[in-house]
Antibody, heavy 119, light 113 residues
């Protein structure tokens, strides 16, 4: 069974940092592109970042570029999102998702982890 | 960036009646290979999003056949032939054609009258 389990969310002050993880199981992790998508409380879905299968190609939404870094460890079947210089507007549930190709985008989603940025 | 615009944003429907959601993109979603990468997602209350339809009209495994997708170019539609209680939630369209940026519609909240 395909599973994506996010962790690392929590409460952080503005300007702080958090590192999210996404543990993958039930499929060959290294074959899939991976994404982070976020959803602010009561709002819609916003794509945040992707990483390709070997980790050499990444991209970010303008709102997080220069502050967030996506990475992956294919040996440990784990996706990461390092979030620095956090702002109140980064408060959201963060989902990891897999996709088969660049154009497919996020297709199968995890359960999400909540990040709250507040003083 | 490509903007995805859904309508309506709120959709009250009587059980057993059909429902349609429109999604329009600011640029054509036809890719250089001739395919169109437009997906539809369902998000039930308190749950993660689940993909229903990929590449305009292909149902994902396990998706009931009352869900169908259609459209081309910049205009797309998700249709539910007969709404059931379990269909309550928010529906999103999303484009992958113009990667490396992916964009979602604002979401359409389906509720039972």
């Amino acid at each position: 069974e395909v599973q994506l389990v996010e962790s690392g969310g929590g409460f952080v002050q503005p300007g702080g940092s958090l590192r999210l993880s996404c543990a993958a199981s039930g499929f060959t992790f290294s074959d899939y592109w991976m994404h982070w998508v976020r959803q602010a409380p009561g709002k819609g879905l916003v794509w945040v970042s992707y990483i390709n299968t070997d980790g050499r190609d990444t991209n970010y939404a303008d709102s997080v570029k220069g502050r967030f870094t996506i990475s992956r460890d294919n040996a440990k079947n784990t996706l990461f999102l390092q979030m620095n210089s956090l702002r109140a507007e980064d408060t959201a549930v963060y989902y990891c998702a897999r996709g088969w190709s660049a154009t497919e985008g996020p297709a199968w989603w995890g359960l999400g982890t909540l990040v709250t940025v507040s003083s | 960036d490509v903007v995805m615009t859904q309508s309506p944003l709120s959709l009250p429907v009587t059980l057993g009646q059909p429902a349609s959601i429109s999604c329009r993109s600011s640029q054509s979603l036809e890719y250089s290979n001739g395919n169109t990468y437009l997906n539809w997602f369902q998000q039930r209350p308190g749950r993660s999003p689940r993909r229903l339809i990929y590449m305009v009209s292909n149902r994902d495994s396990g998706v009931p056949d009352r869900f169908s997708g259609s459209g081309s170019g910049t205009d797309f539609t998700l249709t539910i032939s007969r709404v059931e209680a379990e269909d309550v939630g928010v529906y999103y369209c999303m484009q992958g054609t113009h990667w490396p940026m992916y964009t979602f519609g604002q979401g359409t909240k389906l509720e039972i009258k």
